[in-house]
């Protein structure tokens, strides 16, 4: 009885983090555009897969230093500074102005001094503009709100090679947003943002192939969600060791492989992976060595606030 009960419960919780892989067309609102005046010019992108919010980019806010070696992130420094180089006309410098406009809070009119700064200089090829203005279009932020304009501007900064331009790209084309629906498509502008090592991407789009009847397809979804597993993304870790453990996607069941992509997570302390690799360890075969061990890893999780694991704790019999 104890132990249909911890299964159930435990299926529960594993079918919970196979639902958790991306899914179209359901998707959240376009967010309003991160402020980080100016040190990384982050689109305000609609987020259909992943999001990662990116640290500010330190080689930038390093360049801007007084005498005294202090870095200068005021937004009035950084716009003084960025004005006298784009009045020099200098193409990187209208970008940067252009984000910090585009990033002001409740400011249409700075809004729209952004959007002409950044057309100038996406006319001329910068794909860092190109990225924002597609954010500022799918926002309505100093223009029309547009998933048209958004996607075209997108498709012109991923056609530059921008990694976060090619997967949102290919989050567009999976959900139909601002274009049809073209999963081929989706796919082939997720593996380039992959390619360039975005977690994000590798993620979405091992859960895109791991659902393919092709086998090729369906391997190289697996290596894409190991690597973004490696590099340490967790749902990407959670997803696939659930996925293992129950022989989901028509993927062979391997209990093993599912433990080497909890362990790590548990002893990091994550409360979920330490309440899954305890039914591995309660229920495996294969892990039947390791059966002492699944106490331990229930009382973690349970300590961890984890109720479903504090429930299994419950039913356990006493500790010997």
Known sequence: MVAKALRISIFVSLAALLAGCP??????????????????PKPAGRVVWEQVM????EAVADSL???????????????AQYSAAADEGQVWAQTRL?????RAENDPERWQKAVRLLQLVAGQGD????????????????????????FAYMKEAAA?????????????YAAGRGTTADKKAATEWGRRAAAQSHIPAQFSLGCLLVESDDAAQKAEGVNWLKRAAEAGSRQAALF??????RGEYRLAKDEVAAEALLKPLAERGDHEAQFVIAWLYMFSDKLAERRALARDYLEM????????????????PPAQ
Not at 65 to 79: N, V
Not at 98 to 102: F, H, M, W
């Open 23 to 40: 899914r179209s067309p359901e998707q959240p609102a376009w967010p309003e555009s991160e402020r980080n005046p100016g040190l990384m």
């Open 54 to 57: 990116a640290a500010p980019d």
């Open 98 to 102: 252009g984000v910090l406009y585009a």
């Open 240 to 245: 696939l060791a659930a996925a293992l453990a």
């Open 65 to 79: 230093t007084s005498a005294q070696g202090a870095t200068l992130t005021d937004p009035s420094i950084l716009e």
């Open 127 to 150: 794909g860092e503009a190109q990225y924002e203005l597609a954010g500022m279009a799918a926002a309505g932020r100093g223009m029309p709100a547009s998933d048209v304009e958004a």
């Open 160 to 172: 530059r090679g921008m990694a976060d331009a090619q997967y949102q790209l290919a989050a567009m």
């Open 301 to 316: 999780a349970a300590k961890g606030g984890h109720e479903q694991a504090a429930a299994a704790l419950k039913s356990l």
